[in-house]
């Protein structure tokens, strides 16, 4: 079991950063992928970003290209989403998901375990 806590999230005019972070219970955070994903109001969960176990390989999605950049900690058990350049459409709730995999995955449904999400919210 793992239990995982989102932070970091708030209000921020476009154009400036945010670092989330994930903290996840249990021993063995190492050999789980993880991801980040979000959900607007009205609109489906998507993915924003994805790591390995080992953190050596990460993806992303386009919207995320270029400003987003995923990291993990796995002696503190927690992953990091660093975000720049921060747009208005970027708002939304964020939720790390862990998946008892040493890969990640882009599909949430691949996730075993999520997060309460945090509230981002990108002032024009």
């Known amino acids: 079991q793992v239990q995982l806590v989102e932070s970091g999230g708030g209000l921020v005019q476009a154009g400036g950063s945010l670092r989330l972070s994930c903290a996840a219970s249990g021993r063995t955070f190492s050999s789980y992928a993880m991801g980040w994903f979000r959900q607007a109001p009205g609109k489906e969960r998507e993915f924003v970003g994805r790591?390995?176990?080992?953190?050596?390989?990460?993806y992303y999605a386009d919207s995320a290209k270029g400003r987003f950049t995923i990291s993990r900690d796995n002696a503190k058990n927690t992953v990091y989403l660093q975000m720049n350049s921060l747009k208005p459409e970027d708002t939304a709730v964020y939720y790390c998901a862990a998946r008892r995999n040493y890969y990640s995955s882009a599909f949430p449904y691949e996730y075993d375990y999520w997060g309460q999400g945090t509230q981002v919210t990108v002032s024009s």
């Open positions: 790591i390995s176990w080992s953190g050596t390989s990460t």
